[in-house]
Structures are given as C-alpha cells and as structure tokens.
C-alpha cells in the first residue's frame, strides 16, 4: 500500500518568506508527527497530532512554525518569516493509536529539504 | 529530559568483519529503545526494537539499563549493511520519538 508522502519534496524560499509544508499519512493513521532533521544531525521531534488535535506541540522552535491536521487525515506545517537557520529536512511519520502499554510503529515519509537563501 | 548519544559518526569496517554500533541513553523512567536505518536515497525505517528481542537481518541489540546502553552489532558485516542508523527512545508512556545523532556505516569490500 502507500506510504507516508510528503510534498514538496524540495522548496528553496528566500528570508522572511512563509512556506507550507504538507503531510498525506498512512490511511487510517490517526497519529502524525512531525521531525525536523538539520545537516549532519537526526531527527528531532516537532509536534504530535492524535485525530485533529496537537497533543505534544513541545518541539515547536518558536511561534514562527504552527501545523494543523483540520480533518484528522493531510497536516500542513507552516513556517512564517523564515530564517536561514530554518534549512533542514522536515519528516513526517504517522502510525496507528497508540494503545495502553503497546506500541505501533512510526512510518516515516520521504522528507522536505527546505532552504532557506 | 531524555537523551541519546551515538558516540561514533562513522564506522568503517570490512565484509565480514563484526560491527557494533554504540548507543546511550539518558532517562530517569523506564524507556524504550529502537534502532532507525536510512539506506542511500531511502526513507528512515524501523531496524529492531528492545522490546520484541529479535534479530532483523542479523542485527541484535540488547538494552543494558545498568549501564543505559542499546548497543547495535552484527557479527559479520555485509555490504548492503551500509547505511545511516540512528537510535531511539521513547518514554515508557510517551509517543515522540528522541533520536540520537546517528552513525553511519560503511562496509568495504
């Protein structure tokens, strides 16, 4: 079946531009997180959704970077005013629920490079 | 704060030879662990977890809570074993992921 995919796959912006970042989970994933991956450096964890609403948005830089999940299903990731330090790659990954005491695998989408000039 | 680090950016080894990849960690709780691969031009992809205690590809790990350690290793080193590998912890109750640095591999010939 298909994958986590992510789109653009690259998006060059110049300083203080805003851009959007967009997410297509696993069907039937309700959980969505996003990463951040900077040069030479792994993943770090951004924000969490379970269903339409951020359950851990802890990882949020600043208040430049605010994502949404409005139906549950495609999360958007934007980026205001953006800064050179903002190039990285942004990861998606969904999963199943998490039950009590289980776990259920993050599958990981191919990334945006985001650079910023 | 929980923490990983992968001391080593890069191991360079031989076909054949054995291989381990080094992971600590740093969390007051009861975590658990996982091992992330990226091959060349791949998406990250799960490798193995402490929890199911299976060999994937030839790969183990054990969690050492005494020494809060989840050492990778492979006792012969195969080419298409070359790759990114990062290590993971996630609370015990949590959801988020925290990944350390990552290690790549490079098995020559």
């Not at chain 1, 298909?2 to 297509?24: H, I």
């Not at chain 1, 430049?64 to 990731?77: I, K, Q, W």
């Not at chain 2, 006792?75 to 590998?85: I, R, V």
């Amino acid at each position: 079946g298909a994958g986590v995919s992510q789109t653009p796959s690259n998006k060059v912006t110049e300083k203080g531009k805003y851009v959007e970042l967009r997410c297509d989970p696993i069907s039937g994933h309700t959980a969505l997180y996003w990463y951040r991956q900077s040069l030479g450096q792994g993943p770090e964890f951004l924000i969490y959704f379970q269903g339409t609403g951020a359950a851990d948005d802890s990882g949020l830089p600043n208040d430049r970077f605010f994502a949404v999940r409005p139906e549950g299903s495609v999360s958007t990731l934007k980026i205001q005013r953006t800064e050179r330090g903002d190039s990285a790659v942004y990861l998606c990954a969904s999963s199943l629920s998490r039950l009590a005491g289980g776990y259920n695998e993050q599958f990981f989408g191919p990334g945006t490079r985001l650079t910023v000039l | 704060a929980q923490r990983v680090t992968q001391p080593e950016k890069l191991l360079s080894v031989f076909k054949g030879a054995p291989v381990e990849l080094k992971c600590n960690y740093s969390y007051s709780g009861s975590p658990e662990l996982f091992w992330y691969v990226q091959y060349s031009r791949q998406r990250l992809q799960l490798l193995l977890r402490h929890i199911s205690r299976e060999s994937i590809k030839g790969f183990t790990a054990d969690l050492n809570k005494g020494e809060t350690s989840f050492h990778l290793k492979k006792p012969f080193a195969q080419e298409e074993d070359s790759a990114m590998y990062y290590c993971a912890l996630r609370r015990a109750a949590g959801n988020k992921l925290t990944f350390g640095g990552g290690t790549r591999v490079l098995v020559k010939p």
